[in-house]
């Protein structure tokens, strides 16, 4: 059975070049547009790992590890940021949410595969 990972983007374009990388590597993929998003479709599922972008509007991705390290399904799927940011205070912040790992844009296909295998629950 393919693992799921949850890729959490306001940008279309790139939760489309992250779904491609993902499901060509073998992983089921569900696209959230922000937190809000996500979280109304986390459901109680079984995810494997979060990929979510930090600057979205309705619900950034730190608020939005926040709220999912809150429900006991997600308190331990692991979560990665995918962002544009590379401020330390926001890595703080990331860290401090419950992300594992953090991504700058741009980035290469096989560099997001590399960390998504480091993450992703058995």
Known sequence: MAKTIMIVDDSASIRQVVTIALKGAGYDVIEACDGKDALSKLKGQKINLIITDVNMPV?????????????????????????????????????????????????????????VSKLVLP
Not at 69 to 82: G, N
């Open 59 to 115: 619900m950034d991705g730190i608020a939005f590890v926040q709220e999912a390290k809150k429900l006991d399904a997600y308190k331990f799927t692991p979560m990665m940021m995918l962002t544009t940011e590379s401020a330390d205070d926001k890595k703080q912040a990331g860290k401090a949410a419950g992300a594992k790992a953090w991504l700058t844009k741009p980035f290469q296909a096989p560099t997001l595969l590399d960390a």
